[in-house]
T-cell receptor, first 115, second 110 residues
Framework: AQKITQTQPGMFVQEKEAVTLDCTYDTSDQSYGLFWYKQPSSGEMIFLIYQGSYDEQNATEGRYSLNFQKARKSANLVISASQLGDSAMYFCAMRGIYNFNKFYFGSGTKLNVKP | DAEITQSPRHKITETGRQVTLACHQTWNHNNMFWYRQDLGHGLRLIHYSYGVQDTNKGEVSDGYSVSRSNTEDLPLTLESAASSQTSVYFC?????????FGQGTRLTVV
């Protein structure tokens, strides 16, 4: 079975600073995908970044990067130069190889960016 | 542009009533899902479908049912609404390993 753990229910960061949101996962699949989604107060789920388990380089998308440490089964999201608009819930998610289109989500981290 | 829409966006219903939440996607995806979102639990899978006439139970399926008569729609039915089913419900579709979400439906059972 797949399991995603986000141990930080809430975090604060100062505007323009970098912040790391933690995510660890558990799976017996050899191949899997890891995702981060952002949920602002309006409620929609916004895709941020994807990392494949066989990707050798860490994924980056603009100010977002994924610090992927396969041996430690961690997939932390790094947001550089935080902006006020980054205040939101952030969810880590995973899909496996046998249920390629089935996603498992962590409990989320609420990020607050302070001016 | 292709999209996935949920209706209604907000609903209040009484305990014991049957409620149906609609989900319609124009991505032409075979895979569709219903999740509920509760504080401290993230998104939990209720039901999912990998194609027309295919439905499967997720981790929190008790009290819910779905049907898939076409590719575009996966309605979620609460057979007899309970206060424990007060939640935000998300529909999603996916293809090639990437998920797309609807805007969510906030359901309150009183």
């Amino acid at each position: 079975a797949q399991k995603i753990t986000q141990t930080q229910p809430g975090m604060f960061v100062q505007e323009k600073e970098a912040v790391t949101l933690d995510c660890t996962y558990d799976t017996s699949d050899q191949s899997y995908g890891l995702f981060w989604y952002k949920q602002p107060s309006s409620g929609e789920m916004i895709f941020l970044i994807y990392q494949g388990s066989y990707d050798e380089q860490n994924a980056t998308e603009g100010r977002y990067s994924l610090n992927f440490q396969k041996a430690r089964k961690s997939a932390n999201l790094v947001i550089s130069a935080s902006q006020l608009g980054d205040s939101a819930m952030y969810f880590c998610a995973m899909r496996g190889i046998y249920n390629f289109n089935k996603f498992y989500f962590g409990s989320g981290t609420k990020l607050n960016v302070k001016p | 542009d292709a999209e996935i829409t949920q209706s209604p966006r907000h609903k209040i219903t009484e305990t014991g009533r049957q409620v149906t939440l609609a989900c319609h996607q124009t991505w032409n995806h075979n895979n569709m899902f219903w999740y509920r979102q509760d504080l401290g639990h993230g998104l939990r899978l209720i039901h999912y479908s990998y194609g027309v006439q295919d439905t499967n139970k997720g981790e929190v399926s008790d009290g819910y049912s779905v049907s898939r008569s076409n590719t575009e729609d996966l309605p979620l039915t609460l057979e007899s609404a309970a206060s424990s089913q007060t939640s935000v419900y998300f529909c999603a579709s996916s293809e090639a390993g990437r998920a797309f979400f609807g805007q969510g439906t906030r359901l309150t059972v009183v």
